[in-house]
């Protein structure tokens, strides 16, 4: 338990290098031939998910692709193209080419070709009872047990809101977790969730909860947990999310179409875009955007990192406070370019 994502998943990285059992993976696994290092029913405490921003001298956690899955979350797409876009290792997960149905949560919550939008009715549920136990959101059924020879099976087991004294609690529960790869974003992602439906329910944030059945670390990363696990750095709070609406949700996914539409254009087209976003949104989600439009350009452009530097820093200027994720992408292109 800690107030700040670093630490707890320090903590937990430390705990998996000090206790967890190692095994070859199997041949019919995604990481057949990799050694993995694991613990079984992990749970680490964020007291304040604000702190979400995980921060490395490796370059493992990138704020850009944190905004880019984040917004696809909320997108309640399972087309593969829109991830692909900022993380071409989606495409490994894809069993036509086409779609990610298992890794797509945010059609999941949100509805997509189901039409049933879980986030809405968990909504609705805390409104109605004050103290339920049944805002749960499920993201794995048992059609996924049937996809034997699948590549993209649903990690999140469910998300359960917790309403108490006037303060949301959440529990993310995952079958499987990669604790270097992907709990970074995994605590990014759902705690904005988590956010969220605060935001909807007019309750206070309250703890974020996160579980694994098997929390793990794989391959060469093995390697690297005792490094990681004694690093110091510390997140900055992101700005509070003082409101969230359907309507929010839909500019937002509207938006990210936008900035990989306009992700090749000039540098000046870069930068009136981030510009508007300061202009037209509250600082947490001004920050997420500004974040994504700079990876986006970054990835489909050839200037170099300082220069996509230099226009963030431009745009947060005197924000720094207001900007965490873009001041932090800043530094993650500080550390992309050292050598480790």
Not at 13 to 20: L, P, T
Request: charged share 20%.
């Amino acid at each position: 338990m800690g107030d700040d994502t670093n630490a707890v998943i320090r903590e937990m990285i430390g705990r998996i290098s000090a206790h967890g059992i190692t095994y070859q993976s199997g041949e019919h696994s995604m990481n057949r031939d990799f050694s993995i290092q694991e613990v079984f029913n992990a749970q680490l405490c964020l007291t304040d998910p604000r702190k979400r921003i995980f921060k490395s001298a490796l370059p493992l956690f990138n704020p850009g692709l944190a905004a880019a899955r984040f917004i696809y979350m909320l997108s309640g797409s399972n087309l593969l193209e829109p991830i692909a876009f900022y993380s071409k290792s989606a495409c490994c997960f894809s069993d036509d080419g086409i779609t990610i149905p298992g890794s797509s949560y945010g059609m999941r919550i949100f509805g997509g070709a189901s039409g049933k939008n879980q986030f809405d009715l968990a909504s609705k549920t805390i409104s109605t009872r004050s103290d339920t136990k049944r805002a749960v959101i499920d993201l794995h059924d048992a059609s996924d047990l049937a996809r034997l020879e699948s590549q993209d099976i649903p990690c999140t087991l469910n998300i359960a809101f917790m309403p108490r004294s006037d303060t949301l609690h959440t529990t993310v529960a995952m079958r499987a977790n990669d604790a270097i790869q992907l709990l970074p974003y995994n605590v990014f992602e759902f705690s904005l969730l988590q956010e969220c439906m605060s935001a909807c329910t007019g309750l206070r944030l309250g703890n974020y909860w996160h579980t694994a059945v098997s929390m793990h670390i794989r391959g060469e990363n093995i390697a690297k947990a005792q490094k990681l696990s004694r690093e110091t750095a510390e997140s900055c709070a992101m700005p509070a999310i003082s409101s969230f609406s359907e309507t929010l949700r839909l500019r937002l996914v509207q938006e990210e179409a936008d900035i990989r539409s306009k992700s090749a254009h000039s540098a000046n087209a870069m930068f009136d875009q981030m510009s508007k976003f300061w202009g037209e949104y509250a600082a947490v989600w001004a920050d997420i955007l500004s974040t994504l439009a700079c990876e986006a350009f970054r990835l489909h452009n050839k200037h170099s990192a300082t220069w996509i530097q230099g226009i963030a820093r431009r745009i947060i200027g005197e924000r720094s406070k207001e900007a965490p994720l873009t001041a932090a992408y800043c530094d993650f292109l500080d550390h992309l370019a050292t050598p480790t």
